[in-house]
Nanobody
């Protein structure tokens, strides 16, 4: 029973862009609409870290390391959140996940982002 489905990762050169998507097919729409959703990432050998979060009112917050480069958005009708990543750097290489800001859902499989220098 899949709760979160991430996609859109890939291999890009430094300076490139990717757009990640995360669907929450099992969330009730009203629950999704009220949830503060977030993107996380986990690089090899490191702990998972919060990258961005967005309230139902579309107020977004970003980690300092991605401010000005990443933009989070959400589509309530599709129960989907997005992460537009521009000006990618090798240090952005990680597996990216989405979840509620309280990590209340089972984790998805994530999507691998690899940035070559």
């Amino acid at each position: 029973q899949v709760h979160l489905v991430e996609s859109g990762g890939g291999l890009v050169q430094a300076g490139g862009s990717l757009r990640l998507s995360c669907r929450a097919p099992r969330m009730i729409t009203s629950t999704f609409n009220s949830a503060i959703m977030a993107w996380y990432r986990q690089a090899p050998g490191k702990q998972r870290e919060l990258v961005a979060s967005m309230t139902h009112g579309r107020e977004a917050n970003y980690a300092e390391s991605v401010k000005g480069r990443f933009t989070m958005s959400r589509d309530s009708s599709r129960k989907t959140v997005y992460l537009q990543m521009n000006s990618l750097k090798p240090e952005d290489t990680a597996v990216y996940y989405c979840n509620g800001v309280n990590q209340e859902l089972p984790w998805g499989q994530g999507t691998q982002v690899s940035v070559a220098s």
